[in-house]
């Protein structure tokens, strides 16, 4: 692995399944970020990780969840899928939480029908 | 409320010079952050501006200006391959980035 990846590439969700959005980075990176992007808007902080065991909300937190169990993998979660959902998420990481540079892995193009 | 504002998209030619504007609002400041995204692939770091000035890197320079709120991404001697959507972003005070819609940039022959 060089850098961060994302598994699934892509994927088609019924509303109401569970899915996991799965990011690692293999760069010993503390922080790590979830972010959605929509068409016509800035890329939104879901959720946010500033060092392994430790989580925070960012601007649009609602209907998802993450964990950070070690330093490389930050999984993200939708409990139960809505359409609004629908969306490219990037996950990124960067050295420290106040560091400049995040690097970002190749995004999960995600559609909620 | 925190905001960035920048053009949704603007044209140039081959070879020429374009500059990109972006204002920002954030609460706190510690830095500005200037990305390109080509269509379908993830966002990379292109410059980070948290003095007052002009920062030179290669063909792509950018400038910021705390008391106006102001940064500008100074393309010069256009490729092709430099269309792209470039995404300006404030690091507020919690170190979260703010984005900007992002500008699409289309570079005609």
């Known amino acids: 692995i060089a850098g961060i990846t994302q598994a699934p590439t892509s994927q088609i969700l019924a509303a109401g399944r569970r899915m996991t959005l799965r990011c690692t980075q293999d760069?010993?990176?503390?922080?790590m970020y979830w972010y959605r992007q929509d068409l016509g808007l800035g890329l939104r902080l879901i959720h946010y990780?500033?060092?392994?065991?430790?989580?925070g909300k960012g601007e649009v937190p609602d209907g998802y969840s993450v964990s950070r169990a070690n330093t490389d993998d930050f999984p993200l979660t939708l409990a139960s899928a809505v359409p609004s959902q629908t969306s490219v998420y990037f996950c990124?990481?960067?050295?420290?939480?106040?560091?400049?540079?995040?690097?970002f892995g190749p995004g999960t193009r995600l559609t909620v029908l | 409320g925190q905001n960035i504002d920048q053009p949704t998209e603007m044209t140039a030619t081959e070879g020429a010079i374009v500059q990109i504007n972006c204002t920002y609002q954030?609460?706190?400041?510690?830095?500005l952050f200037w990305y390109q995204q080509h269509a379908g692939e993830a966002p990379t770091f292109l410059s980070y501006?948290?003095l007052d000035g002009l920062e030179e890197k290669g063909r792509f320079s950018s400038f910021l200006s705390r008391s106006k709120g102001y940064s500008y991404l100074l393309l010069k001697e256009l490729q092709m391959k430099d269309s792209a959507s470039y995404l300006c972003?404030?690091?507020?005070?919690?170190?979260?980035?703010?984005w900007g819609a992002g500008t699409k940039l289309i570079i005609k022959p």
């Open positions: 954030t609460s706190g400041f510690n830095g």
């Open positions: 990780s500033n060092t392994a065991g430790t989580t």
């Open positions: 990124a990481s960067s050295v420290a939480q106040e560091y400049n540079e995040q690097f």
């Open positions: 501006n948290v």
């Open positions: 760069m010993r990176h503390n922080a």
């Open positions: 972003a404030g690091m507020d005070s919690n170190y979260q980035l703010i």
